[in-house]
């Protein structure tokens, strides 16, 4: 079946430097993909998208490129603030039936230290 | 603002007993979802509703109910028969026909005790 997979936490970086968070997924079919973060005792917010084989969804510094030869969307920044402390989660919509069903990845812990 | 509010933020329970999230939204949005989020397995779906008078069930439907009377609202029940029910319960919507966003309330902490 349709699935996620992320790399295990928790992740720690120095401010300032390369965030690269990994992301693959499984899906019959062409998912939209996405990123979401979620802050402390709060619900999740959409960080980017991309819907289609080669697009690019930024946001706030974050990038992340759809890869369908390699099934990623991986999750980049250039340089990590400790405001970007939290839990990030990849996910899929499931292409068919239109439910709009999302598929999540068991999440990832970025903790940032100044 | 358009938004999603769940209720209670936080609840507590005692074994065997039913209880009720609530969820609202403004956001004039066709489809609503109910998920649960336990520490290091990501969210997990539980019901979903695309429509007013329908629901269907997720990957973890048992021991939960949920109606769907009016666009705005989908309450989930945890009921008694539910084994495991301390978790984080995370409510959505979506408008129906959009690129597959989810739009999140703040999400609601239920322990048994």
């Known amino acids: 079946g349709d699935s996620v997979t992320q790399m295990e936490g928790p992740v720690t970086l120095s401010e300032e430097a390369f965030l690269t968070i990994n992301c693959t997924y499984t899906?019959?079919?062409?998912?939209?993909l996405f990123w979401y973060v979620q802050y402390p005792g709060e619900g999740l917010q959409l960080l980017l998208k991309?819907?289609?084989?080669?697009d690019k969804g930024s946001n706030k510094g974050f990038e992340a490129t759809y890869r369908k030869e390699t099934t990623s969307f991986h999750l980049e920044k250039g340089s990590v603030q400790v405001s970007d402390s939290a839990v990030y989660f990849c996910?899929?919509?499931?292409?068919?039936?239109?439910?709009?069903?999302?598929?999540f990845g068991q999440g990832t812990t970025l903790q940032v230290k100044p | 603002d358009g938004g999603i509010t769940q209720s209670p933020k936080y609840l507590f329970r005692k074994e065997g007993q039913n209880v009720t999230l609530s969820c609202e939204q403004n956001l004039n949005h066709d489809a609503m979802y109910w998920y649960r989020q336990d520490p290091g397995q990501g969210l997990r779906l539980i019901y979903y509703?695309?429509?007013?008078?329908?629901?269907q069930k997720g990957d973890i439907a048992e021991g939960y109910s949920v109606s769907r009377e009016k666009k705005e609202s989908f309450p989930l029940t945890v009921t008694s028969a539910q084994k495991n029910p301390t978790a984080f319960y995370l409510c959505a919507s979506r408008l129906t026909g959009n690129t597959g966003e989810l739009f999140f309330g703040e999400g609601s902490r239920l322990t048994v005790l």
């Open positions: 899906a019959t079919g062409y998912p939209s």
């Open positions: 991309a819907t289609k084989a080669d």
């Open positions: 996910a899929l919509s499931v292409p068919s039936g239109n439910t709009g069903k999302l598929i």
């Open positions: 509703s695309q429509i007013v008078n329908d629901f």
